[in-house]
């Protein structure tokens, strides 16, 4: 039902940068509403990892870091290290019923 | 640091009502805005919104289940509650509490999570 779509999955290399891309439409994010990114390691609650659009909560790794234009938004992971695997999960607000937190499709990021 | 931590049952049976409640704790010092989520993850999939509850007890729900949700904020704001009625095998998934700094906004809390299985 997500109206947010991000690739299933992404690898690379220890070192490589990798990117996860978060699609939406007019309704969300074209529209201008903010995105931020959730970080969930195996068996644990999503963890903050980026808030509207650009900005890192205190202790997260500059190697993260986020973009945002038009309709879509993008992590990136540079210099990937090998606890960065995980799912990651994508977050707007949506306009396209009476409005609502809607989350990507999210995306598994594996270290080769 | 804020501390939220979820409880209620771990098994439901199909057609019944989920009643969980999640309890606010740690160095955290209520304001006149706060807001206060619940989020769902079924097992092996993705992030789903189920709502919000204004620290005046107004309430958000996701239109997908906006019929089925009933939201609950305690008088003290130290805890909150969810109500979902007629379960399914589709409402099978790990239950998070959350802090939305806003109703547009980012969660930078999260509970530990509670599985809650939907049997028939």
């Known amino acids: ?112 | 640091q804020l501390l939220l931590q979820e409880s209620g049952p771990g098994l439901v049976k199909a057609s019944g009502t989920l009643s969980l409640t999640c309890v606010v704790s740690g160095d955290f010092k209520h304001s006149g805005s706060d807001y206060w989520g619940w989020v769902r993850q079924p097992p092996g999939k993705g992030l789903e919104w189920i709502g919000s509850v204004y620290y005046s007890g107004h309430t958000y729900e996701n239109p997908s289940l906006k019929s089925r949700v009933t939201l609950s904020l305690d008088r003290s704001g130290k805890q909150f509650s969810l109500n979902l009625t007629s379960l399914t095998a589709a409402d099978t998934a790990v239950y998070y509490c959350a802090r939305p700094r806003g109703r547009q906004s980012w969660f930078d809390s999260w509970g530990p999570g509670t599985l809650v299985t939907v049997s028939s």
């Open chain 1, 1 to 112: 039902q997500s109206v947010l779509t991000q690739p299933p999955s992404v690898s690379g290399a220890p070192g490589q940068t990798v990117t996860i891309s978060c699609t939406g439409s007019n309704f969300n994010i074209g529209a201008g509403y903010d995105v931020h990114w959730y970080q969930q390691l195996p068996g644990t609650a999503p963890k903050l990892l980026i808030s509207d659009n650009t900005n890192r909560p205190s202790g997260v790794p500059d190697r993260f870091s986020g973009s945002k234009s038009g309709t879509s938004a993008s992590l990136a992971i540079t210099g990937l290290q090998p606890e960065d695997e995980g799912d990651y999960f994508c977050q707007s607000y949506d306009t396209s019923l009476s409005g609502f937190s809607v989350f990507g499709t999210g995306t598994t990021v594996t270290v080769l």
